[in-house]
């Protein structure tokens, strides 16, 4: 996997968090590792505004009926995800 490409689909993933959530947030707050999107308590509607913001920036789509649900759960496992549906 290309370190490169992984850290600034982090970073991007990171400002479309910080622009989608209904509450204060900066990119620092913003943590990687396990469970870092599901512990800042995005609601539904942010979670809906953040997949769309992703797919738009990415151009990839996630389907989340055929995808493992745990690739909401962190920035690292979405960014993996995400740069996985780039290289096909």
């Known amino acids: 996997m290309n370190n490169v490409g992984v850290e600034t689909i982090k970073e991007k993933l990171k400002d479309i968090l910080v622009s989608v959530v209904d509450f204060e947030l900066s990119k620092s707050e913003i943590q990687d590792g396990e ?45 993996s995800h995400i740069l996985s549906l780039k290289n096909i």
């Open 35 to 79: 469970d870092s999107i599901r512990k800042l308590g995005l609601n539904s509607l942010a979670l809906i505004r953040m997949l769309v913001e992703i797919e738009k920036e990415f151009d990839v789509e996630i389907d989340l009926e055929e995808s493992d649900p745990a690739i909401l759960s962190s920035i690292d496992n979405l960014s």
